[in-house]
């Protein structure tokens, strides 16, 4: 079962607007210390500023406390009037709702905020409240109304700086797109959003982007589908974000599945269990459980497959998980068709459609007893915190016994695995200094490759200016003089002299041209930018061709090497796109980060098939992955037959 990656950063709060003094700023992460701070507010301004953090803070810990910091912010926000505080107050409260499963209420504080902002101008909780109705109705399958508030949101967050929340709004839209199976936009909005995200140094927020992105491959592109989700672990490895990588790892074992690659998708499913076992996520390991069963019928391997389907049926019972049961009775249905034992095939079917009926019925259920219970719910979390305040003294003792249990434990671990470490150590560097060799003596000669390349280019474009342009200058300025000398009266005479003068003069045309594109004077002198802007003019004459270039932080020059390596796969690209591509529409994106820059291509042609390429074909793609394989940078081409092609490149500034 394939996985969405579902963060609460798509709750679009507006934290920055909770900051009221030095003092509180210096707090905001200690509950306790805002407790303190509550009682010493000087005012009910500051008072309501702290309460709506405290319900945030404590929202993921202790659902009644949050509630109730919530509800006292709103109420001494209308009591004292404080109009500049009661919008963000309603947005919070709205929040907490949310987080609690009442949608219908939440939608109740999300638009009275919306109200709120309105009036009072504030566009920043104008925009979160939107993207929060956004989400609510995304949550309740509306997707049209969903996408509706959350595009308003965006547009208003598109007049402001506040880099997070536009890209957290763009990744929404994305998703609601990919939930509308609009999977083009999909993949657009999500585009859009990773610049943004790298502009606003959020690069955990990529990992669930690219791992979300990757869904929308599923029937298109599967290698695209894995190149992606391969970028979404790379970033929550880097992190150590072990949920993700669960969600990850099940994702790329369940392409694998889709492809009939039994070993990989074992392989990842190995990984997905082992990170899900890790952050105790039953309901992921249970889903990863049912993936096995296919992997291992694809084996052949029925009894193992039977029992990982076992304990998927007994994991989704324990904890009423009817949509990952259903899956697993039609994977027992698979098995024994594999079997060929057509009444329990029959069985498991019937169960599979039982439960569906069940899932169906029960949300109605669910929906009528919402509405029968919602009014009753302030009462019952009261009574739960009063429990909770009960029995606090009781866990943190406990917690204290089982901190010093687990510091024991760590301590001899901690020992086995330095013994360890110094005896391997030793073996992990001599490898280490052997690869670190081997690569250096391929980088060394790539690059002599490379620079001789250049050289030659160099040369060559030095011998034709100064050598055969100089000769044809020459030629055309004695021809020149031999015509006014010879006053010619005959008129076919005078004809044939004027036509040499002309074709010696579009030699020497000719001539610079050749020396120009062989080594551009603008790269040399002016830079990568100003190069590839004069490069895209010179083309821009080409018939039926629109072509948009947009160059963000490319102020300082790059290495002369990166330079000219850089502006060789450009063209070469944009060449092939001209020859082959058929299209009307180039776009093209150079961007500078502080550790890397990012080259984006994209054009609306014909596409191709990477697996169909022609060796003749495949001749500019090598040269294009060669070169920037030379600087250490990473290449993909994400096209599909009639659906245009997109270049990424990607290369290290450090």
Sequence with gaps: MLMKFTSTLLRFICLFLLSITSFLQAQTREIDSLKTLLKKAPNDSVKVAIMNNLSFQLGTVDAAQGYSYAKQAVELAEKSGLKSRLGLSYNNLGIIYDQRGQ?????????????????????????????????????????????????????????????????????????????????????????????????AKAEP???????????????????????????????????EEHWGLGHVYNNIGGVYI?????????????????????VGDDRGMCSTHSSFGM???????????????????????????????????????????????????????????????????????????????????????????????????KEIEKKRQQTFIAALIGLVILIILLGYFIYSRNKIRQKARMDAELANQREIRSKAVIEAEEKERRRIAQDLHDGVGQILSAAKLNLSGLEDKLKLTNPEQSALLTNALDLVND?????????????????????????????????????????????????????????????????EVVSNIIKHAK?????????????ELTIMIEDNGVGFDKKKVTQFEGIGLKNIISRVEFLSGNVDFDTTPGQGTTVVIEIPLT
């Design 295 to 393: 992997a291992w019928l694809m084996k052949g391997r029925t009894e193992l497959a039977k029992a990982h389907l076992d304990t998927a049926v007994t994991m989704a019972k324990a904890m009423d998980m009817q949509d990952i049961l259903a899956e697993a009775y039609r994977n027992y249905a698979l098995v024994y068709a594999k079997l060929g034992l057509l009444d329990s095939v029959t069985s498991y079917l019937q169960k599979e459609s039982d439960i569906q009926d069940t899932i169906f019925s029960s949300e109605k259920t669910t929906a009528i007893a919402d509405m029968q219970t919602k009014y009753d719910t302030e009462k019952k979390d009261l009574e739960i915190a009063k429990q909770k305040a009960e029995l606090e003294a």
């Design 103 to 199: 949608g219908d209420s939440a939608l109740i504080y999300y638009n009275k905020a919306l109200k709120v902002s309105k009036k009072i101008k504030n566009i920043y909780i104008e925009a979160s409240a939107l993207g929060n109705i956004g989400y609510v109705y995304w949550s309740q399958g509306d997707f049209n109304k969903a996408l509706d508030y959350t595009l308003k949101g965006l547009a208003i967050l598109d007049t402001g700086r506040n880099y997070t929340s536009t890209a957290n709004s763009l990744e929404h839209v994305a998703m609601i797109y990919y939930d509308l199976k609009d999977y083009k936009n999909s993949v657009k909005y999500h585009r859009l959003a990773i610049p943004i995200y790298l502009m």
């Design 507 to 571: 030699s020497v045309k000719e001539v610079r041209e050749v020396s120009h594109n062989m080594m551009p004077n603008t790269l040399i002198k002016l830079g990568l930018a100003s190069a590839v802007r004069e490069f895209i003019t010179k083309i821009s004459s080409v018939p039926n061709l629109k072509i948009d270039l947009q160059i963000v932080g490319m102020e300082e020059r790059l290495d002369n090497t990166v330079e000219t390596v850089l502006y060789r796969v450009i063209q």
């Design 258 to 278: 889709e492809i009939k690659n039994a070993d990989l998708a074992l392989l990842y499913l190995n990984k997905a269990i082992n990170e899900r076992r890790l």
């Design 583 to 595: 299209a009307n529409v180039i776009s093209m994106q150079l961007i500078r980060h502080e550790n």
């Design 205 to 239: 927020e990529l990992g669930g982007l690219y791992c979300n992105m990757a869904l929308n491959y599923l029937e298109s592109s599967k290698d695209s589908m894995i190149f992606y989700l391969k970028k979404a672990e790379a970033i929550l490895l880097k992190y």
